[in-house]
């Protein structure tokens, strides 16, 4: 098998900015089968209902690429970890569903880009932690580690294949 390469990459301007904006939540198993276009997912063959946590701060998703030519392999796993601020029952509850099941995760970053973690495999909670924090300035609220494996880095989905299917059933943690 050929491994060639194909394309070079300048130096971009600086114009990209870090960290997530917005993390969804799908059912494992619920996407259906993902049209892939020069490795951007354009649609899913099922339409999946997507629960949208809104997360600003610490939250970010990595990818670490694992590769060994000892044993011929190359797979990639991706992390998404998770900050809610605030306690409360609702939240709690959702989150241990998270934690039980093996969700889709559909990360969407501050720079309009949408990132599908765990397309084949689904995705684990890993850890995480619920806290009071000790000082006046400390989390109060959850954290949660997400770990994907995968044969292929998380994909770049286009907006439209899942905007029509976001619930809009959201927690409001003040309320």
């Keep these: 098998m050929a491994c060639s390469l194909t394309s070079g990459r300048k130096v971009p301007c600086k114009s990209a900015v870090g960290g997530i904006k917005n993390i969804f939540f799908a059912d494992y198993g619920g996407l259906g089968a993902a049209t892939i276009v020069a490795g951007e997912i354009t649609a899913f063959s099922s339409n999946p209902d997507w629960y949208k946590f809104e997360v600003k701060g610490s939250s970010s998703l990595e990818t670490a690429i694992n590769s060994s030519r000892e044993n011929g392999t190359t797979f990639y796993e991706s992390t998404v970890t998770m900050s809610l601020t ?19 995760v559909l990360v969407e970053d501050y720079n309009g880009n949408y990132f599908l973690v765990g397309l084949e495999h689904g995705a684990e909670v890993t850890g995480g932690s619920i806290t009071t924090g000790a000082a006046m300035g400390d989390l109060s609220g959850y954290s949660l580690t997400i770990v994907a494996q995968e044969t292929a880095p998380p994909y770049f989905v286009v907006p439209a294949a899942f905007t029509t299917d976001v619930s809009p059933s959201q927690i409001d943690p003040t309320a």
């Excluded at 605030?86 to 889709?104: G, M, N, S, V």
């Design 86 to 104: 605030f306690q409360d029952k609702a939240t709690q509850e959702q989150l241990k569903l998270i934690t039980h099941a093996r969700p889709h």
